[in-house]
């Protein structure tokens, strides 16, 4: 700006987001200012006295908000002109562009995340690489915030699987959702197999983080129907005898024993399982 003598700024507000609490600090000589939160009106008035006129990039003021609303809440700062001339003896306007700004309240919790679900809470260990019936889970939490949820994330790669893997929304919910397999050589054992405990990360709009929950999951190896630890011909006897209803064998996670890769647990299965342990040809991959 050349030569500025007078200024007379008036800002415009929402009153029930923002209130203008200090009007300080100005380059001018002589500095006033009309505050009026009841309406949302502050006029700023500014001029040189002896001191000439004021050049280059010059700050009328600081100006000092404070938030009274609720977070998410935001208001437009309109900057109006009434007055802006030189400081010579022949009253010169000195042509000015307005740029509004915009006052937003920012929220400080992050999102709250619950229900963390797996399901089923046990899949076996994708031994080719192709996940089919009974070898991927489907991973739920619960996400609300205030203002908006801006991105859920889980971390998956203690399964093989992505640090930062996205998780969608299920339209008309608050639940946020990923399938998931499990690559081989991912099953924890030790007396009994131990789940992964997978972070989920939830980013609100104003890029608060909620990294405190985790869904668990447990990894099996392929074809330990039996849950010892390993592979062996005690669980081509157990998965028989699961098929077969013998009691003291209802138990077994079925994707654990659908081996063969057609979809469903039934006495092949036990056959194919039995080949693979043996090491026969045409059996060396457990689906």
């Given at each position: 700006?050349?030569?500025?003598?007078?200024?007379?700024?008036?800002?415009?507000?929402?009153?029930s987001?923002?209130?203008?609490?200090?009007?300080?600090?100005?380059?001018?000589?002589?500095?006033?200012?009309?505050?009026?939160?009841?309406?949302?009106i502050?006029?700023i008035?500014?001029?040189?006295?002896?001191s000439?006129?004021?050049?280059?990039?010059?700050?009328?003021a600081?100006?000092?908000?404070?938030?009274?609303?609720?977070?998410g809440?935001?208001?437009?700062?309109?900057?109006?002109?009434?007055?802006l001339?030189?400081?010579?003896?022949?009253?010169?306007?000195i042509?000015?562009?307005?740029?509004?700004?915009?006052?937003?309240?920012?929220?400080?919790?992050?999102?709250?995340?619950?229900?963390?679900?797996?399901?089923?809470?046990?899949?076996?260990?994708?031994?080719?690489?192709?996940?089919?019936?009974?070898?991927?889970?489907?991973l739920?939490?619960?996400?609300?915030?205030?203002?908006?949820?801006?991105?859920?994330?889980?971390?998956?790669?203690?399964l093989?699987?992505?640090?930062?893997?996205p998780?969608?929304?299920?339209?008309?919910?608050?639940?946020w959702?990923?399938t998931?397999?499990?690559?081989?050589?991912t099953?924890?054992y030790?007396?009994?197999?131990?789940?992964?405990?997978?972070t989920?990360?939830?980013?609100?709009i104003?890029?608060?983080?909620?990294?405190?929950?985790?869904?668990?999951?447990?990894?099996?190896?392929?074809?330990?129907?039996?849950?010892?630890?390993?592979?062996?011909?005690?669980d081509?006897m157990?998965?028989?005898?699961?098929?077969?209803?013998?009691p003291?064998?209802?138990?077994?996670?079925?994707?654990?024993?659908?081996?063969?890769?057609?979809?469903?647990?039934?006495?092949?299965?036990?056959?194919y399982l039995?080949?693979?342990?043996?090491?026969?040809?045409?059996?060396e991959?457990?689906?």
């Amino acid at each position: 700006i050349p030569n500025v003598g007078t200024a007379d700024i008036l800002i415009s507000y929402n009153q029930s987001v923002v209130h203008i609490i200090a009007v300080n600090n100005s380059d001018f000589d002589f500095l006033e200012s009309a505050i009026d939160n009841s309406s949302g009106i502050t006029r700023i008035g500014a001029f040189q006295t002896s001191s000439p006129g004021l050049n280059g990039d010059v700050k009328l003021a600081d100006v000092t908000l404070k938030a009274v609303g609720s977070a998410g809440g935001s208001s437009t700062l309109n900057i109006t002109i009434n007055e802006l001339k030189d400081a010579g003896p022949d009253e010169i306007p000195i042509p000015a562009t307005t740029h509004n700004g915009t006052f937003v309240i920012a929220e400080v919790t992050p999102p709250l995340v619950t229900n963390p679900t797996a399901n089923p809470p046990s899949i076996p260990e994708d031994t080719d690489s192709e996940p089919r019936w009974g070898e991927t889970s489907q991973l739920n939490v619960t996400v609300t915030d205030d203002c908006g949820v801006a991105s859920v994330s889980i971390n998956l790669s203690s399964l093989g699987g992505s640090p930062d893997q996205p998780m969608t929304r299920i339209p008309g919910t608050d639940i946020w959702t990923v399938t998931v397999n499990a690559s081989i050589g991912t099953a924890i054992y030790n007396g009994s197999y131990l789940p992964h405990n997978l972070t989920v990360y939830a980013t609100d709009i104003f890029g608060n983080v909620n990294a405190s929950v985790n869904i668990p999951l447990i990894v099996i190896l392929n074809g330990d129907v039996s849950e010892n630890g390993e592979v062996d011909i005690y669980d081509t006897m157990y998965l028989a005898k699961h098929v077969l209803g013998k009691p003291g064998f209802e138990t077994m996670t079925e994707g654990v024993g659908e081996v063969s890769g057609n979809g469903v647990v039934t006495l092949y299965d036990a056959m194919y399982l039995s080949k693979h342990v043996l090491g026969e040809s045409g059996f060396e991959t457990l689906h």
